[in-house]
T-cell receptor, first 115, second 111 residues
Framework: GAGVSQSPSNKVTEKGKDVELRCDPISGHTALYWYRQSLGQGLEFLIYFQGNSAPDKSGLPSDRFSAERTGGSVSTLTIQRTQQEDSAVYLC?????????????FGDGTRLSIL | DAKTTQPNSMESNEEEPVHLPCNHSTISGTDYIHWYRQLPSQGPEYVIHGLTSNVNNRMASLAIAEDRKSSTLILHRATLRDAAVYYCILNSGGSNYKLTFGKGTLLTVNP
């Protein structure tokens, strides 16, 4: 079956521009997660959605980052006024529901480069 | 979050078994032990998870110590496609069920 789909796969933009990253989870998965992976930092958690709600937004690095999920399916991660330190691979994952025993299935990410 | 400790790297030969260790001495009773792996230029891939009992699936086996302070991921016959970074992660839930990735173990498989 189809896995987690992310678009675009690569994005190059100038510092100061806004970017929008999209995640299409596995059909039927109610939980959705965003992570990012940068060269010096490893993989870090950003935000979790159960349905359309994000109970904890404390993982977002700054107020330039926002995320939404509508219809319990597709999610978008928006970065406003991008900075060079935002360059990273942004990964989305989904699971059947949110629970510590649920496997998370990852997409291949969006590689974001800020010039 | 309870921490895990893994060797930085391991090497194996193709078609031989591989035992990847993980120490988690501060594990709590509600922590699930998860293993993921990441191949170059791909997102992490779920491998297996368990709580107390040993687990088997089509990809691997997970052996959990009786005191749960350590676990071992077993690949029964390594292939070149198993070369990846393997992460041992504890998931206790909390408010966001996040996975906290450490540095993992880089597995090299020799032909």
């Amino acid at each position: 079956g189809a896995g987690v789909s992310q678009s675009p796969s690569n994005k190059v933009t100038e510092k100061g521009k806004d970017v929008e990253l999209r995640c299409d989870p596995i059909s039927g998965h109610t939980a959705l997660y965003w992570y990012r992976q940068s060269l010096g930092q490893g993989l870090e958690f950003l935000i979790y959605f159960q349905g359309n709600s994000a109970p904890d937004k404390s993982g977002l690095p700054s107020d330039r980052f926002s995320a939404e999920r509508t219809g319990g399916s597709v999610s978008t991660l928006t970065i406003q006024r991008t900075q060079q330190e935002d360059s990273a691979v942004y990964l989305c994952a989904s699971s059947l529901f949110g629970a510590p025993n649920q496997p998370q299935h990852f997409g291949d990410g969006t590689r974001l480069s800020i010039l | 979050d309870a921490k895990t400790t893994q060797p930085n790297s391991m090497e194996s030969n193709e078609e031989e078994p591989v035992h990847l260790p993980c120490n988690h001495s501060t594990i709590s009773g509600t922590d699930y032990i998860h293993w993921y792996r990441q191949l170059p230029s791909q997102g992490p891939e779920y491998v297996i998870h368990g709580l107390t009992s040993n687990v088997n699936n089509r990809m691997a086996s997970l052996a959990i110590a009786e005191d749960r302070k350590s676990s071992t991921l077993i690949l029964h016959r390594a292939t070149l496609r198993d070369a990846a970074v393997y992460y041992c992660i504890l998931n206790s839930g909390g408010s966001n069920y996040k996975l906290t990735f450490g540095k993992g173990t880089l597995l090299t498989v020799n032909p």
